[in-house]
């Protein structure tokens, strides 16, 4: 299986920035959609940002404009770009593949974004 590793978040203050990080254990990216995925307390994990293998990027209405996702391939690695952050963004952020993926894989801890007003 392999393993998502999510790292980055914080707290910040309105309006500022974070980049969160997430590195596979093995080179799944040129074969998976991957997704940035946001998880609020008792609610579902929703992707808010995805990648496909070939580099199309699509963002959730909520965060177009402030939000960039990214990859590196040689690092196995995809990247949130977050600015403008505003107290909604505040949720614990996953990475990982979209469905439907072939690829058996482990959900990472997350990554605790918190912003303050």
């Known amino acids: 299986q392999v393993r998502l590793v999510e790292s980055g978040g914080g707290l910040v203050q309105v309006g500022g920035s974070l980049r969160l990080s997430c590195v596979a254990s093995?080179?799944?990216?040129?074969?998976?959609?991957m997704g940035w995925y946001r998880k609020y307390p008792g609610k579902q994990r929703d992707v808010v940002a995805s990648?496909?293998?070939?580099?199309?990027?699509n963002y959730h209405d909520s965060v177009k404009g402030r939000f960039t996702i990214s990859r590196d391939l040689d690092k196995n690695a995809v990247y949130l770009q977050m600015n403008s952050l505003k107290p909604d963004d505040t949720a614990v952020y996953y990475c990982?593949?979209?469905?439907?993926?072939?690829?058996?894989?482990?959900w990472g801890q997350g990554t605790q974004v918190t912003v303050s007003s």
């Open positions: 990648i496909t293998s070939d580099g199309t990027t």
């Open positions: 093995e080179s799944i990216l040129s074969t998976n959609t």
């Open positions: 990982a593949p979209t469905f439907p993926t072939a690829t058996y894989y482990l």
